[in-house]
């Protein structure tokens, strides 16, 4: 798999990852440990919610999604740090058995002031289920590594 | 605990949780599952990375927020729903034998036009260090149940 530079970025291009398969026991995992609300954790209790069903908790889904910004294809980014994440909604919710997939599309990028070293790039990401439902999007920043300068 | 319909949300009243302790043992395991990157997961690595050691995932320490939010005092919201986050960024990293604490302040409400069982509410979330540093900061917006309408 390519690996590019900041150089090597072209707004537009597309990468993708996944599927990444959903289980129930690990939305009630996830939960229970970090968001132990009865529409997470308990199956009963979540058939009676506004979702009718067990659902992921938010923090799981944002978790699936970090786990697949690593494994695009057909190329990554030689990611140097996040810097931030802007209008992340979840249109949908993550329900067992989901199988989840990623798209992330450069919207942006810009050399910065003060390090010649490295870029911003804005990428605009897109986590959909198997019905194609987006089930959470953002614009994901990051400062990412620019060519080493051949010394003459 | 007071829980608080829309109603009683008053804009810039301040909520807090915590502390969370962060160890190391919790940082390699979550990040194991969804961010294996050797500053993650590898003390030795992480100790030549740009943090120069061992620190959390983004979606490690975003799921600690989630954790911390239900839990705030002096008063909750009862959310239905979230409905996103924004302007989310991470200004310092998050590393073992820290102690999390989450400040939350009611930025502003207003009514849905579409149910009058509910209404939006955004608020300014921090998540600081023990040093009084900030490892995130977002803001979450919540449909948040009104005060059911007594019948006459």
Same mark, same amino acid.
């Given at each position: 798999?390519? /690996?590019?530079?900041?150089?090597? =970025?072209?707004?537009? +291009? #597309?990468? *993708?990852?996944?599927?990444?398969?959903?289980?129930?026991? $690990? /939305?009630?995992?996830?939960?229970?440990?970090?968001?132990p609300?009865?529409?997470?954790?308990?199956e009963? =209790?979540?058939a !009676?919610?506004?979702?009718? %069903? #067990?659902? =992921?908790?938010?923090?799981?889904?944002?978790?699936?999604? /970090? &786990?697949? #910004? &690593?494994? *695009?294809?057909?190329? &990554?980014?030689?990611?140097?740090? @996040?810097?931030?994440?802007? $209008?992340? +909604? #979840?249109?949908?919710?993550?329900?067992? @058995?989901? $199988?989840?997939?990623?798209?992330?599309?450069?919207l942006?990028?810009?050399? *910065?002031?003060?390090?010649?070293?490295? %870029?911003?790039? !804005?990428?605009?990401?897109?986590?959909?289920?198997?019905?194609?439902?987006?089930?959470?999007?953002?614009?994901?920043?990051?400062?990412v590594? !620019? !060519?080493?300068? =051949?010394?003459?």
């Amino acid at each position: 798999m390519a /690996i590019l530079y900041f150089d090597e =970025a072209e707004v537009g +291009r #597309l990468r *993708t990852a996944g599927p990444y398969q959903v289980s129930k026991d $690990e /939305i009630i995992e996830f939960a229970k440990k970090f968001d132990p609300q009865p529409f997470h954790v308990d199956e009963e =209790a979540a058939a !009676r919610s506004v979702f009718a %069903g #067990l659902t =992921a908790s938010s923090a799981h889904t944002f978790a699936i999604l /970090i &786990s697949l #910004l &690593s494994k *695009t294809q057909p190329f &990554s980014l030689r990611v140097m740090a @996040g810097l931030g994440f802007d $209008e992340l +909604r #979840l249109p949908a919710p993550v329900r067992p @058995g989901d $199988e989840l997939g990623l798209e992330v599309a450069i919207l942006e990028k810009r050399e *910065t002031k003060s390090h010649s070293d490295r %870029g911003v790039v !804005r990428n605009q990401i897109h986590l959909r289920n198997q019905k194609r439902e987006i089930v959470l999007q953002c614009i994901g920043t990051v400062l990412v590594a !620019r !060519r080493p300068v =051949a010394s003459s």
